[in-house]
């Protein structure tokens, strides 16, 4: 065995929703990136497709004796998939990535190294520095980013972004909430816990639509911004 093989144990989460033309590919970069590591896992949550996204799993499953399949029977959302995913899971490190292929997989490494170089942390975030979206998306992010950040104090400048790095026993300490995965810093933090950034790439979406309507999220993103400060308001009066 080389010597540069990695014996680190990590679970990666992949939600997708009619990805069907994108989530082949990002599973032959995921393992293209994670060519020095040898103990992981990869589980696809297919969140209620209606593009027979199922029609191209058994290739992929045959191809890859380590991937594992979730299936949906309809669309629950991004934080119940990764929350499936996360009870599915074996390992104790978990890696979210998104399954539109925007997330680049060879940063992945990168937050792994930042992570397990760093006992003391337990989560690792990605921050796009150079986002491919439009320019509303691109914008109605960056004022929820502001806003989200000055009331929660998470010191994160980009909770949206899917790439992560964090423990599973933590996590599953959180009380569970449709949304609670743009929280993630702002509760690893609340529970007393450290977390680190690294820059990342961020990708045009070459196939397929973006699944989230800029209004109903930021609606919602305020209402969960709410239930969040009252939980870590809690934790502090505890």
Do not use: W
Not at 94 to 113: A, E, F, H, R
Not at 165 to 175: M, N
Not at 221 to 236: E, H
């Amino acid at each position: 065995m080389s010597s540069n093989i990695t014996q680190e144990n990590f679970s990666i989460i992949i939600p997708c929703y009619n990805e069907r033309d994108n989530i082949e590919g990002l599973v032959k970069e995921i393992k293209l990136s994670l060519k020095e590591y040898i103990n992981y896992e990869i589980i696809i949550i297919d969140d209620g497709s209606t593009d027979n996204l199922s029609e191209i799993y058994a290739s992929l499953k045959n191809n890859n004796k380590f991937l594992k399949i979730i299936y949906h029977n309809k669309n629950l959302g991004q934080s119940k998939s990764i929350l499936s995913g996360i009870h599915s899971s074996k390992y104790n490190v978990i890696v979210t990535i998104d399954g539109d292929g925007q997330n680049n997989p060879s940063d992945i490494p990168k937050l792994l190294n930042l992570f397990f170089q760093n006992k003391e942390v337990s989560l690792v975030g990605g921050i796009r520095l150079k986002r491919k979206d439009s320019l509303i998306k691109r914008y109605s992010s960056l004022i929820a980013n502001k806003f989200r950040s000055k009331i929660l104090k998470d010191n994160c400048v980009d909770t949206g972004c899917s790439l992560k790095v964090f423990e599973k026993d933590i996590f599953l300490q959180f009380p569970f909430f449709d949304g609670i995965h743009r929280f993630l810093p702002a509760l690893f933090i609340g529970f007393g816990r450290k977390t680190l950034y690294q820059n990342v790439d961020h990708r045009h979406r070459l196939k397929g639509l973006s699944k989230y309507g800029t209004f109903d999220r930021l609606l919602k993103g305020i209402r969960d911004l709410i239930k969040v400060k009252k939980l870590l308001n809690n934790l502090k009066n505890d």
